[in-house]
């Protein structure tokens, strides 16, 4: 009986690692990978704790606040290439004003019907939804490129298990459209 238990998971486990690569991605690898690569940093707004700045879990990658609304430019000064909202989730520097997407799957103002083709196109072109318009810094899609279909994949299906969260995120402002 024990032989038989044995080769049943072990069939089971040769089966589950097939399934892994087979192009499909895991959630629970992409929950790692979000976590590793630091996409809460930016993704998940700030707010003030005991210590000082932590992320609002309860707005986890939800994105640039929309209470907050869109804000104006900040020309940079002395050193002072770019500069962050005090969210972490807004930016404006030599590129124009561009803000934290809402990684959650909400189907009107998130990744909801984002197809996982159009996520991992996204992340291989720097192009919103993988067509659009560029997806302006600091956004690190340059790194991004470079991880495997496996992984865009895992890290798709691990945003797609997320609670939906309703956040209206304001529209990219490029410097050419800025005006002062």
Request: glycine share 10%; net charge positive.
């Amino acid at each position: 009986m024990f032989k038989k238990l044995a080769f049943i998971a072990a069939t089971l486990a040769v089966l589950g690692t097939i399934a892994a690569t087979n192009g499909t991605g895991s959630a629970a690898r992409g929950k790692y990978l979000v976590n590793a690569v630091g996409c809460n940093d930016c993704h998940t707004p700030l707010k003030m704790g005991p210590k000082g700045p932590e992320p609002d879990m309860s707005r986890f990658l939800s994105g640039h606040p929309e209470q907050m609304g869109a804000l104006k430019a900040v020309p940079p000064r002395g050193p002072w290439l770019w500069a962050g909202a005090a969210t972490n989730t807004a930016f404006s520097g030599p590129w124009g004003i561009s803000y934290a997407a809402n990684l959650t799957p909400d189907q009107n103002t998130g990744l909801g019907i984002w197809t996982e083709d159009m996520f991992v196109k996204a992340l291989r072109t720097g192009r919103h939804m993988g067509v659009s318009r560029e997806i302006m810094p600091p956004m690190p899609w340059t790194a991004f490129r470079n991880m495997s279909d496996e992984d865009l994949k895992s890290i798709y299906a691990y945003l797609r298990s997320l609670k939906p969260v309703v956040n209206h995120v304001p529209d990219a402002q490029p410097a050419s459209a800025i005006v002062e």
